[in-house]
């Protein structure tokens, strides 16, 4: 019989200060882990490095993860041999790539129009990193937010997209996510990908401008996860279920934009995303500010916390970060992302906590990524479930988009 009931009610989860660590501060709140007889601590973390070594130690019993962190650790990548694993999605999208002023102004002068948009941008980006080559001057450099990041695969993916090789042509580093703006306005970098608040921290100071979305890039991507360590997973079954049975509740009351409003405030107490209420406003009302002296444009997707079933641990999202792993020489080319997706990534454990809430649960494990330009309907148990768009934008309507993109 499967048990459901907590073997450990104490627990410390970790989360860094970003929008989309809202399914945690929502279910601690609002009660919600309170009411599957949880006792949880949240503890803010400086970085996903913090995070992630904090989690194999036992520090931490789980928290708040980048999508591939888990996936990272049982290919043993960060060398601390402690193998990780999830069986909830946190969300979907969340990240823009936004650039300095004086970069946005060299690259309206090349495209004068249509530059917010993922290929007109990345087009002009690539004349601008030649005639820099051919000055004579040092790379641009882009920052990200950790080694094995969806914010690093799409940045990859976005520059590789029109030729421009990550590797030779641009400076890659890492900063945590509450540095990057300093680090933009110091100089000390030319862009970045990061989540929210921190790219409307930088568009409303003036210091930086957003060429695209994560949405422009990959429509309802893969993002964070709740993460945990395989041996942490097998002592603690029953609270491991009363976790993400929590978050699931929680992922729902995000759902309600009335809901939104109330969590946003929540959100931006100072133990947990200490900017002013107004910095989340693609958060509870969908609009996102590209530029300081423009109007916010509609993205109702930006953050997705609970419909299109964003909150399943999909296999083929976990096959196409290790494919871009792969692409980068991050894993060898012969590792077996099926077998890998299917060891980290836990939907058996997921529809266990679903369905004792009664939410719709797909079928399968996997989706063919890259294929839908609108919304589409997905078959579950009961009925079925409406889904986002999940196109590439370089790839639209492509059949074999997956594929391609690795």
Avoid at 14 to 41: M, N, R, Y
Wanted: glycine share 6%; charged share 15%; proline share 6%.
């Amino acid at each position: 019989m499967l048990n459901n009931t907590p073997e450990k009610s104490a627990l410390k989860l970790g989360f860094i200060p970003l929008t989309d660590c809202a399914p945690l501060v929502i279910a601690k709140e609002k009660g919600f882990f309170a009411e599957e007889g949880l006792s949880v601590t949240l503890c803010r973390e400086s970085s996903w490095a913090n995070i992630r070594d904090k989690v194999a130690t036992g520090l931490l019993d789980g928290g708040h993860m980048l999508a591939p962190m888990p996936i990272a650790a049982s290919l043993n990548l960060d060398g601390l041999k402690t193998p990780m694993m999830t069986a909830l999605s946190l969300g979907l999208g969340g990240n823009a790539i936004t650039v300095s002023q004086n970069v946005y102004q060299k690259l309206l002068e090349i495209q004068p129009h249509q530059l917010i948009h993922p290929l007109h941008s990345v087009l002009a980006l690539k004349e601008l990193i030649i005639h820099t080559r051919n000055q004579g001057l040092p790379p641009l450099s882009f920052a990200h937010v950790f080694p094995f990041s969806c914010h690093h695969y799409l940045l990859r993916y976005w520059l590789a997209s029109v030729g421009i090789n990550p590797e030779l042509d641009v400076r890659l580093l890492v900063i945590p996510p509450p540095l990057m703006v300093s680090a933009l306005q110091s100089g000390q970098i030319d862009g970045f990908c990061v989540g929210e608040p921190w790219n409307t921290q930088a568009i409303e100071q003036g210091i930086g401008v957003a060429l695209t979305s994560s949405v422009g890039i990959w429509q309802n991507s893969p993002e964070k996860v709740l993460g945990v360590t395989c041996i942490w997973a097998e002592r603690y079954p029953g609270t491991h279920q009363a976790l993400i049975r929590a978050l699931l509740r929680s992922a729902q009351w995000l759902e309600d934009l009335d809901n939104r409003r109330e969590a946003s405030v929540l959100l931006a107490q100072a133990q947990y995303v200490p900017v002013d209420v107004q910095s989340l406003r693609v958060f509870t009302q969908g609009r996102f500010q590209y530029h300081h002296d423009a109007s916010p444009i509609d993205e109702p997707d930006f953050n997705v916390f609970y419909r299109y079933a964003a909150t399943f641990p999909w296999l083929s999202h976990a096959e196409w970060i290790v494919g871009q792993m792969q692409r980068w020489g991050h894993v060898q080319a012969n590792a077996n992302s099926a077998e890998l997706a299917a060891k980290v990534y836990r939907p058996d454990l997921y529809r266990q906590a679903a369905k004792s809430l009664a939410i719709p649960v797909p079928l399968q494990d996997l989706k063919q990524e890259g294929t839908h330009a609108l919304n589409w309907q997905l078959p579950c148990e009961f009925g079925s479930v409406l889904m986002g768009g999940d196109r590439f934008f370089d790839r639209s309507g492509d059949d074999n988009a997956v594929l391609k993109s690795q």
